[in-house]
């Protein structure tokens, strides 16, 4: 029996097809979790204090593998795609029959009731159950944890199964390979076999949130991090993952409301997750001091190595993946909000890692261009963040978040759209990739650099300087900011030929516009007027 003094929910437990005679352990404090792990010998301590595991075949999301049941809910309402990959009905049972025959054939399993979204008005329980106790430690971390008088009668909107033991029969399952992560929108179920990476537990939340939220309930589902200022002004962080949204939005001179998924209601935004789940690669307590610190008891952190002969991290270390990360609840941050809610955004900054360096490091959008570049989704794939990505590759992710929308990109780039005329928030493009040239000739952008551009941008400065515009995109550049050198802000002065630069800032107009194809017919005149000029 579990150490925990909370009674286990043995009835709903059995009514989902959890009925073996092992040993059940429920809503384990995080310090049990860790003593588990360690217990399994599936972890090691580091010498702050957390936790320490490999993931093991997967060390990113797998895209390929995420599979939504189309059924008489979802047939018409989801938008099929690369993304969004359909699967009958049977082979969902046919995998959740195998995940929990797995699970009841295990010495233990892990069991948390926890809930997403902090604005009570669009609270999702959610119990997760797991066949090892990290992956149950990442669920505490992430979720929102309810208080212990909420658990008596909790009752699930949705269950996540997670079995990373259980590799599937492609053929008999209906899947592409071993692993998978399916939802069904019937079952209220997400199931998640074949892979231990911590991300598909919180993406497939995420997912959910991103149909239920907008279809449903009429709240702006958004990938992004959020923060409040001194004088109480909100911001959002928009961007894929290595574009600096967990980086940017852990300000000491502002408080934290969230560094990935918010929903945008009538009266403000609110996060959707009790924690933080941020990248580790060259960490240092220099550059990010608020995440470094987070790095103690009831952290996990996964795929990093130690030095050798010692249980310090080593930080630098892409030996197992470039993907290394470490989740911690949001409470880790010492300057985080308790309620985890802001008012109306009055700021808004689209993060884009542009590989080509030719976008500038910050420019200021018009409501048309901001729409423009909502829909694009510039960016570029990290090495590591997904299988298969070995270096940074430019893509467009529709809303900065296509693998996570079950509905049409424009929906939610509609509901965008009038937010921002609503409220008349400004809107600023952040390139936090390469200058001086292309990846692999330029430099990344300095951090330094790129929270100065933002804090002036926060703080009005950029409101009273001279503006240029960019002959190929259009958007209005700073010709000076605090503490950035000026020579930086036009991307061309950065370039040695700049002939180059112009060739390259040609070809990526043309990769935009081309991209920009399949959403014309769907979006007004002056959105398709924003596109760049060749």
Not at 44 to 53: D, P, R
Not at 81 to 97: A, G, L, S, T
Not at 296 to 322: H, M, P, Q
Not at 512 to 528: C, D, I, R
């Amino acid at each position: 029996m579990s150490l925990s003094t909370i009674a286990i929910p043995t009835r709903g437990l059995e009514e989902l097809g959890l009925h073996s005679t092992n040993t059940l352990h429920y809503q384990l404090s995080a310090d049990e979790l860790v003593q588990d792990t360690l217990r399994l010998n599936q972890g090691e301590l580091n010498n702050t204090g957390a936790l320490v595991v490999k993931t093991g075949e997967f060390t990113g999301r797998s895209p390929k593998d995420k599979f939504i049941v189309k059924d008489d809910i979802t047939e018409n309402s989801v938008h099929w795609n690369d993304f969004n990959i359909p699967i009958e009905e049977k082979y969902f049972h046919c995998i959740r029959k195998k995940i929990l025959d797995h699970l009841n054939a295990q010495p233990e399993v892990w069991v948390r009731d926890s809930y997403a979204c902090a604005e009570p008005r669009y609270r999702l329980n959610i119990r997760v159950i797991n066949d090892n106790p990290w992956s149950n430690l990442f669920a505490y971390n992430m979720f929102l944890r309810p208080e212990e008088e909420e658990l008596e009668h909790f009752t699930p909107d949705w269950h996540i199964l997670a079995a990373p033991g259980l590799h599937l029969d492609p053929k008999e399952c209906g899947v592409r390979q071993h692993n998978a992560a399916v939802i069904s929108f019937k079952h209220r179920t997400i199931l998640i076999a074949g892979s231990g990476y911590t991300g598909e537990i919180k993406k497939g939340i995420f997912s959910i949130l991103n149909y239920v939220l907008p279809h449903d309930k009429v709240v702006l589902s958004m990938h992004c991090s959020a923060n409040i200022g001194k004088g109480g002004d909100t911001a959002l962080f928009f961007g894929l993952s290595g574009t600096g949204k967990t980086t940017l939005s852990a300000d000491p001179n502002r408080k934290l409301i969230g560094d990935d998924e918010h929903g945008w209601t009538d009266t403000g935004v609110f996060n959707f997750e009790g924690g933080c789940y941020a990248k580790c690669i060259d960490l240092s307590a220099e550059k990010e001091p608020a995440i470094f610190a987070a790095i103690r008891n009831g952290a996990l952190v996964e795929n990093t190595t130690f030095y050798n002969g010692t249980n310090e991290i080593d930080f630098a270390s892409k030996c197992i993946t470039e993907n290394t990360r470490v989740s911690y609840p949001l409470h880790y941050i010492c300057n985080a909000v308790e309620q985890a809610k802001g008012g109306i955004p009055e700021n808004i900054f689209f993060l884009t890692c542009d590989a080509y360096g030719v976008l500038p490091p910050i420019s200021k959008l018009t409501p048309a261009q901001a729409m423009y570049q909502f829909i694009s989704g510039y960016t570029a794939k990290v090495a590591g963040t997904e299988a298969g990505v070995t270096e940074p590759k430019s893509t467009f992710s529709a809303c900065f978040g296509a693998p996570f929308l079950p509905l049409h990109p424009g929906f939610y780039a509609s509901m965008l759209g009038q937010k921002l005329k609503l409220h008349n928030a400004k809107v600023w493009l952040i390139n936090t990739g390469w200058t001086g040239g292309a990846y692999g000739t330029g430099n990344r952008m300095k951090l330094s650099y790129t929270r100065a551009m933002i804090s002036a941008a926060l703080e009005g400065t950029l409101d009273q300087v001279d503006y240029e515009t960019h002959p190929v995109f259009g958007m209005a550049v700073p010709t000076s900011c605090p503490n950035v050198p000026a020579t930086i802000l036009n991307p061309r002065n950065t370039w040695a030929d700049k002939a180059a630069y112009d060739k390259a800032a040609e070809n990526l107009a043309k990769q935009f516009t081309t991209n920009f194809e399949k959403y014309a017919s769907g979006v007004p005149a002056e959105v398709l007027a924003a596109s760049p000029k060749i």
